[in-house]
T-cell receptor, first 116, second 111 residues
Framework: EAGVAQSPRYKIIEKRQSVAFWCNPISGHATLYWYQQILGQGPKLLIQFQNNGVVDDSQLPKDRFSAERLKGVDSTLKIQPAKLEDSAVYLC??????????????FGPGTRLTVL | KNQVEQSPQSLIILEGKNCTLQCNYTVSPFSNLRWYKQDTGRGPVSLTIMTFSENTKSNGRYTATLDADTKQSSLHITASQLSDSASYICVVSAGASKIIFGSGTRLSIRP
């Protein structure tokens, strides 16, 4: 079974530039999550989708971050404009069905973003 | 406030030795507790999940314990191997809609 795919794996941009990350979840997984993991810290949930609807985006900095999951499969996370403090690993995860945290989440390898 | 605290922050042990990682939480209402292993440059992978009624769960050389009364969990690694070098993250779910990650323990196994 293929895992969660993310691209790119690495991205270096200058502050105030824009960047987009892509995630393809495990086939059949209804729930998709985006996390931000700053070096030395645990992941922080940014947004959770159930199919193509948003379940929780309470920690998403909506003035600069946006995410969409068209057709309930792939998802993109965008940052515009980027700040130095956005340097982190952006993890995508998916889980099978219920959208609750009782399901096991499967994580992708992450995208490491460096903002200069 | 929902919090998950892990200790130690980092740990170095010799190959073949055992070790125990700690997780204390203040989360309500408690739903489940997971331990994840995160290799460098990779996403976390679930090792164990425990609900309120479970106090021990094993996965090979990994054994997790849960004391719901004291709100503590531990992850014990037996006969460590070089491949155990990773960060271990404790994650607690509150109800059905909140998930709180600890900061992780960075474990290094030396030959």
């Amino acid at each position: 079974e293929a895992g969660v795919a993310q691209s790119p794996r690495y991205k270096i941009i200058e502050k105030r530039q824009s960047v987009a990350f892509w995630c393809n979840p495990i086939s059949g997984h209804a729930t998709l999550y985006w996390y931000q993991q700053i070096l030395g810290q645990g992941p922080k949930l940014l947004i959770q989708f159930q199919n193509n609807g948003v379940v929780d985006d309470s920690q998403l900095p909506k003035d600069r971050f946006s995410a969409e999951r068209l057709k309930g499969v792939d998802s993109t996370l965008k940052i515009q404009p980027a700040k130095l403090e956005d340097s982190a690993v952006y993890l995508c995860a998916s889980s099978l069905a219920s959208g609750t945290f009782r399901d096991t989440q499967f994580f992708g390898p992450g995208t490491r973003l460096t903002v200069l | 406030k929902n919090q998950v605290e892990q200790s130690p922050q980092s740990l170095i042990i010799l190959e073949g030795k055992n070790c125990t990682l700690q997780c204390n939480y203040t989360v309500s209402p408690f739903s489940n507790l997971r331990w994840y292993k995160q290799d460098t440059g990779r996403g976390p992978v679930s090792l164990t999940i425990m609900t309120f009624s479970e106090n021990t769960k094993s996965n090979g050389r990994y054994t997790a314990t849960l004391d719901a009364d004291t709100k503590q969990s531990s992850l014990h690694i037996t006969a460590s191997q070089l491949s155990d070098s990773a960060s271990y993250i404790c994650v607690v779910s509150a109800g059905a809609s909140k998930i709180i990650f600890g900061s992780g323990t960075r474990l290094s196994i030396r030959p």
